[in-house]
């Protein structure tokens, strides 16, 4: 570890260190999205700041608000041998290139028998809690997960969002790259220059004996805490961060769950037919009769996200409500 | 061009009324959002008044507005009642969506407002469908929908205005263009000399019109209306604006060049609106001083209404996902 | 059961039938879609046919191919107090459609806090078979399922696609209707004139006391076929149709599968992060400790759809894949 | 109009020789599907030869084309080699695409054919990625997306043209009207009275051809392409035409009326240009036949290489899914 690592920085810094990184090692990597450029202000959330001016408006292009046409850009380029970072502003306008992404940037590589592939990877940001309402803070990682030729990646701190974001550039195939809002802003450890962290392989935050905790994205911090709590308690937790959803690292996974016996899943996406349900169906089967409780599953509450603060507050997977399952699943 | 026909002097004042409650309000809003009492992204109207007023007084209460995050002056001109607007900001159980919409999702079935979409250009297909459902019916109400300048780059906006063209829907579509698409500015996101011009890709008339130009902006929507309720088939108007206060709160338009700006707010068209106003003689500063005195009364009446309701409870959350009794 | 019953038709017949009959019972029923109208030949799989010959072409409309405009006219209409009927010609094409699906007739009951609702049925068909490669046959329907606000029905007779198809059309909210394109072409029993199927009610299409087989669409047949297999082995298997996937009628599975103890899920849509593993999850939650093996999943192989007839034909749950589970899960 | 720049001769014969090969390729495959060897649906461009044919002999092995489900006329016209294009349509191993892609999806990247999309209108946002790499990496490369009449409804052909245009990218967009979109006829689909008026709404030059005429469709590939090389942006040009065999093969074609159809048929581009290049004495009757049956041998030799081969194994399940090594 360099003495870099001391440094606290926030994602929203360690994305945009990744992005100049990149570009600076190699002359593939293009970014397109609304307001990237720096004339349009580097991005909203100024993930982009600066690329435009090291890197030409030629490399790093602002669009028209378009995003069938700019995923279809990201997955001609990759085609052409660019490595495109196409930034969809909010997860939810995803649903706009559905098409591009699922019918075409998935499945190209396969459709042409490997004389193809889609290096391109789909920055977006989600997560509730800035009052945005029922169309800008969904959690669709279980979508794209069930897709195959789809990489999906959601780091839950700056070192990750960086090392991930890295890999995911320099991967061959179509990654989707899942930001929090809230998490933009929440300093954290700056990470090693260049150093890629490996897609598919999960994180242990924290060893633990009595029950495994996965989570990624924003809600690991809640689950965390969470774990935090259950110490003072006497209570062990091995908490995981996935940091990969696709592919899942479940050898990490299982590994824990073999050790503990118990396990809760918590992520802000629906808990029906979300992520939580593969892990839950693959552990039962690996781990038949040998787990101490049933996998339990934390998420959203079952509706779009409600504005009202109250609401919004107990829409996501509080940490009382991680609580409560974890006591359930040790009991 | 050679249009004289004028609005008359009520006509005149109604749109005053409304254009300068939209200010009024959106004042308000800032203070209360200052205030930490509104936590949301909020995307101001300022400078855009005019278009929705006088748009507005060409339309029945049974017409249907459809509207942006950027909404609050198409849902006041529509005539959303006031009270229930305000606890809706304010994320209230007496909001006209019990607090679950929010800012970017006003909508008031009752006042013709029956949807407010965040995403950019959604609003127009579903446009379409209220005035299907009224050519059917046989009724004779309009649907306008209003959307941005970047809003008439996304597929959304070619597939409707071409569908509505085909089936000759009574549909207008109302693009406002304040030049701006959050931070790019229209050259950089827009192919056409105007927006007005893609209509002849549909075979509709396509009007593009000063919208801070109230006479101007009341004649091209009464065309359009007219043109609508005859069952002549849709319309693309650009009424051509400029918003003041950034894409949203907190935004300070360091993309704006410096004399843009001050040129446009130079030209404000609700204190201009206000001098012709008494230019022209239709009406006294102490009438128009009036208007704007009821409006705040209203107005505070509302936000007083608004901070004292109740926030909705959380058992809210599992209500309204579907019909009541179905599972979720 | 009235004579009726006796007669063979098959599901694009039904499915005209249920648009015949809630058409003429109800004045508010519209429908729309690419190539529908009887000028257009009535539907590319004929389904719609007639309709615009009897109802007009106010009623029902073929539209450009355009398949925003098309769902957001049915969003509008339904706003409005219509029950619009969108035809998206395959389900791959719903990506095309997925903001107007997911952002608005998901959510506007929601949104506007009840002042509105959605009763919009989107008709779409898919399925592997006919060799027509890797953007016109996969099952998408665990997107949908994930979303609050969506039903997800999907038939596998004509009888059942009458009944649910009625059923959606009359809901008062957005309903997701997957048809299958070989099995539009499959004889079956005739529906009862104007009988509807509760939406959320699965179907015990045979009752045994060995294994619990769960499925749906297509593959049900596949999953018959393999039971009347095994019956001849003395081994006795509980068929379940889910006809709903949302909402998922969980009682009638948990109940099969507290009674045999063992459950194989089989269905066309890939298996990670599938319909399977919503009901592997569940399960192994409710009946902790009680089932006698893990429940077991069966899907589409881990690709896009192929075009090569051999490997189309081993990309589908096959009846031997489906036996090879079933026979793991006995062991 | 006043254009009267002729191809060469050779060019002219190259146009035939490809769109004869075109026609003789259709024919096959018909005879082929008929016989039960393929397995699909199949979109024959029959009554469209003369459009890839007199665009290809202005492009360069480097340039791309993309194309749709009805394409084999582009791919053809491309260059791609004959034995792995027809045993791709026969869904074996020595395919393109290893049997993988199939009929709507033929792709090779070598001659310059890096995506064939069965989803209306996606091609044409892809296109634009294939122009932008060509443009940052100073190549000349040019790109032509083809799509139908149809697809120029859908709003990723809205986006594309849009990006494009802003993007000043070397691309061409071909719309090859053939009238209907499935069953649907243009008036019914579009509200354009053509669809070279929509460049209007991008700002960028539209330009209408018969489709069908050798001379004017190469005329306007010329200079579509001379302005992408010279970056000067894109081109939509709109290309008339006629589809004879209906929208796949199996349909009757019942929703043409039958004048249209025969009066299509009687004006079939590729017997009608063979007359007129003899007409004009550009070509012998006995040269043209030379070219015919040269063109006859190679799809032959192709069609045994094709049935020849031997089918993927299973395991290719599992292959191409994402890079070698890679977890799926
Ligand atoms: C599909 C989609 N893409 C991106 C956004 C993010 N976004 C919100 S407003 C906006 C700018 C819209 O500009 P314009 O249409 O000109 O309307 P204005 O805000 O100027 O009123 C953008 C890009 C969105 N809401 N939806
Ligand atoms: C998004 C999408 N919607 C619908 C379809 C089904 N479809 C395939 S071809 C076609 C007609 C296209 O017509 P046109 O663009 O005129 O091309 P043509 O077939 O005449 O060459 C349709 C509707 C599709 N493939 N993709
Ligand atoms: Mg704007
Ligand atoms: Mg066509």
Same mark, same amino acid.
């Given at each position: 570890?360099?003495?870099?690592?001391?440094?606290?920085? %926030?994602?929203?810094?360690?994305?945009?260190?990744?992005? *100049?990184?990149?570009?600076?090692?190699? /002359?593939?990597?293009?970014?397109?999205?609304?307001?990237?450029?720096? #004339?349009?202000?580097?991005?909203?959330?100024?993930?982009?700041?600066?690329?435009?001016?090291?890197?030409?408006? +030629?490399?790093?292009?602002?669009?028209?608000?378009?995003?069938?046409?700019?995923?279809?850009?990201?997955? =001609?380029?990759?085609?052409?041998?660019?490595?495109?970072?196409?930034?969809?502003?909010?997860? %939810?306008?995803?649903?706009?290139?559905?098409?591009?992404?699922?019918?075409?940037?998935?499945?190209?590589?396969?459709?042409?028998?490997?004389?193809? *592939?889609?290096?391109?990877?789909?920055?977006?940001?989600?997560?509730?809690?800035? =009052?945005?309402? +029922?169309?800008?803070? #969904?959690?669709?990682?279980?979508?794209?997960? *069930?897709?195959?030729?789809?990489?999906?990646?959601?780091?839950?701190?700056?070192?990750?969002?960086?090392?991930?974001?890295?890999?995911?550039?320099?991967?061959?195939?179509?990654?989707?790259?899942?930001?929090?809002?809230?998490?933009?802003?929440?300093?954290?450890?700056?990470?090693?220059?260049?150093? /890629?962290?490996?897609?598919?392989?999960?994180?242990?935050?924290?060893?633990?004996?009595?029950?495994?905790?996965?989570?990624?994205?924003?809600?690991? *911090?809640?689950?965390?805490?969470?774990?935090?709590?259950?110490?003072?308690?006497?209570?062990?937790?091995?908490?995981?961060?996935?940091?990969?959803?696709?592919?899942?690292?479940?050898?990490?996974?299982?590994?824990?769950?073999?050790?503990?016996?118990?396990?809760?899943?918590?992520?802000? $996406?629906?808990?029906?037919?979300?992520? +939580? $349900?593969?892990?839950?169906?693959?552990?039962?089967?690996?781990?038949?009769?040998?787990?101490?409780?049933?996998?339990? /599953?934390?998420?959203?509450?079952?509706?779009?996200?409600?504005?009202?603060?109250?609401?919004?507050?107990?829409?996501?997977?509080?940490?009382? /409500?991680?609580? $409560?399952?974890?006591?359930?699943?040790?009991? | 061009?050679?249009?004289?026909?004028?609005?008359?002097?009520?006509?005149?004042?109604?749109?005053?009324?409304?254009?300068?409650?939209?200010?009024?309000?959106?004042?308000?809003?800032?203070?209360?959002?200052?205030?930490?009492?509104?936590?949301?992204?909020?995307?101001?109207?300022?400078?855009?008044?005019?278009?929705?007023?006088?748009?507005?007084?060409?339309?029945?209460?049974?017409?249907?507005?459809?509207?942006?995050?950027?909404?609050?002056?198409?849902?006041?001109?529509?005539?959303?009642?006031?009270? &229930?607007?305000?606890?809706?900001?304010?994320?209230?159980?007496?909001?006209?969506?019990?607090?679950?919409?929010?800012?970017?999702?006003?909508?008031?079935?009752?006042?013709?407002?029956?949807?407010?979409?965040?995403?950019?250009?959604?609003?127009? &297909?579903?446009?379409?469908?209220?005035?299907?459902?009224?050519?059917?019916?046989?009724?004779?109400?309009?649907?306008?929908?209003?959307?941005?300048?970047?809003?008439?780059?996304?597929?959304?906006?070619?597939?409707?205005?071409?569908?509505?063209?085909?089936?000759?829907?009574?549909?207008?579509?109302?693009?406002?263009?304040?030049?701006?698409?959050?931070?790019?500015?229209?050259?950089?996101?827009?192919?056409?000399?105007?927006?007005?011009?893609?209509?002849?890709?549909?075979?509709?008339?396509?009007?593009?019109?000063?919208?801070?130009?109230?006479?101007?902006?009341?004649?091209?929507?009464?065309?359009?209306?007219?043109?609508?309720?005859?069952?002549?088939?849709?319309?693309?108007?650009?009424?051509?604006?400029?918003?003041?206060?950034?894409?949203?709160?907190?935004?300070?338009?360091?993309?704006?060049?410096?004399?843009?700006?001050?040129?446009?707010?130079?030209?404000?068209?609700?204190?201009?609106?206000?001098?012709?106003?008494?230019?022209?003689?239709?009406?006294?500063?102490?009438?128009?001083?009036?208007?704007?005195?009821?409006?705040?009364?209203?107005?505070?009446?509302?936000?007083?209404?608004?901070?004292?309701?109740?926030?909705?409870?959380?058992?809210?959350?599992?209500?309204?996902?579907?019909?009541?009794?179905?599972?979720?």
């Amino acid at each position: 570890m360099s003495t870099t690592a001391q440094k606290k920085i %926030n994602t929203a810094q360690a994305i945009n260190f990744a992005l *100049h990184d990149a570009m600076e090692l190699d /002359r593939s990597v293009v970014v397109l999205g609304e307001d990237i450029a720096d #004339d349009q202000g580097g991005g909203v959330f100024k993930c982009t700041a600066g690329l435009s001016a090291k890197y030409g408006t +030629g490399r790093v292009k602002s669009t028209p608000i378009a995003e069938q046409a700019i995923v279809g850009a990201a997955v =001609g380029g990759a085609l052409a041998g660019l490595r495109p970072v196409a930034e969809i502003m909010l997860m %939810n306008f995803t649903t706009v290139a559905m098409d591009q992404i699922v019918n075409h940037a998935a499945k190209l590589r396969f459709m042409t028998g490997g004389q193809t *592939h889609v290096p391109l990877v789909i920055r977006t940001t989600t997560g509730a809690g800035f =009052g945005t309402g +029922g169309q800008h803070a #969904d959690y669709l990682e279980a979508w794209f997960a *069930h897709t195959a030729g789809l990489k999906v990646v959601a780091p839950a701190t700056p070192a990750d969002a960086y090392g991930l974001l890295l890999s995911c550039i320099f991967d061959d195939d179509p990654c989707i790259f899942i930001e929090n809002l809230p998490l933009y802003f929440q300093p954290g450890d700056a990470p090693v220059r260049g150093e /890629r962290i490996p897609l598919g392989k999960a994180k242990v935050v924290q060893e633990g004996s009595d029950i495994t905790l996965v989570s990624y994205s924003r809600t690991l *911090h809640e689950v965390v805490a969470a774990a935090k709590g259950l110490a003072k308690e006497g209570i062990s937790a091995e908490v995981i961060d996935l940091r990969s959803i696709a592919p899942l690292d479940f050898d990490t996974v299982r590994a824990s769950a073999a050790k503990t016996g118990r396990v809760v899943v918590a992520h802000e $996406a629906q808990v029906d037919f979300g992520v +939580g $349900a593969e892990i839950a169906a693959r552990l039962h089967k690996d781990l038949f009769g040998t787990l101490k409780a049933p996998v339990a /599953r934390v998420g959203a509450a079952r509706s779009p996200v409600p504005f009202s603060k109250p609401l919004e507050t107990a829409f996501v997977p509080t940490r009382e /409500r991680i609580l $409560a399952a974890i006591r359930e699943t040790l009991d | 061009m050679s249009d004289t026909h004028q609005p008359s002097k009520e006509t005149l004042l109604e749109i005053y009324r409304i254009a300068t409650l939209i200010k009024q309000a959106d004042d308000r809003f800032i203070e209360l959002i200052k205030a930490g009492q509104i936590a949301s992204p909020y995307y101001s109207p300022r400078g855009q008044e005019l278009i929705p007023a006088a748009i507005s007084v060409n339309l029945k209460p049974s017409d249907y507005v459809v509207t942006t995050y950027r909404g609050i002056h198409d849902q006041l001109a529509k005539g959303i009642p006031l009270k &229930p607007f305000v606890a809706e900001l304010l994320g209230r159980a007496t909001g006209t969506c019990k607090g679950k919409g929010g800012p970017m999702h006003i909508t008031h079935v009752a006042s013709g407002l029956p949807v407010t979409t965040g995403i950019v250009g959604a609003g127009l &297909p579903i446009a379409n469908g209220l005035a299907w459902a009224a050519q059917l019916n046989g009724t004779d109400q309009v649907t306008v929908v209003n959307f941005g300048d970047g809003a008439s780059n996304i597929g959304a906006f070619h597939e409707a205005l071409n569908l509505a063209a085909v089936w000759k829907l009574p549909v207008i579509f109302v693009c406002q263009n304040n030049r701006y698409a959050e931070h790019t500015h229209y050259s950089l996101g827009t192919g056409a000399a105007t927006i007005a011009d893609r209509a002849i890709g549909y075979g509709i008339p396509g009007v593009e019109v000063d919208g801070n130009d109230a006479v101007q902006m009341w004649r091209a929507a009464r065309d359009a209306v007219a043109r609508a309720r005859a069952g002549e088939g849709p319309t693309l108007i650009e009424a051509n604006t400029f918003r003041f206060r950034g894409h949203l709160l907190g935004d300070d338009s360091h993309y704006i060049p410096k004399e843009e700006m001050a040129e446009a707010v130079a030209a404000d068209p609700v204190p201009r609106m206000r001098a012709w106003l008494i230019g022209q003689g239709h009406a006294s500063d102490s009438q128009l001083a009036a208007i704007e005195a009821a409006n705040v009364a209203a107005f505070e009446e509302a936000v007083e209404f608004g901070l004292a309701s109740p926030y909705p409870d959380v058992s809210e959350l599992d209500k309204d996902v579907v019909a009541e009794g179905a599972h979720a």
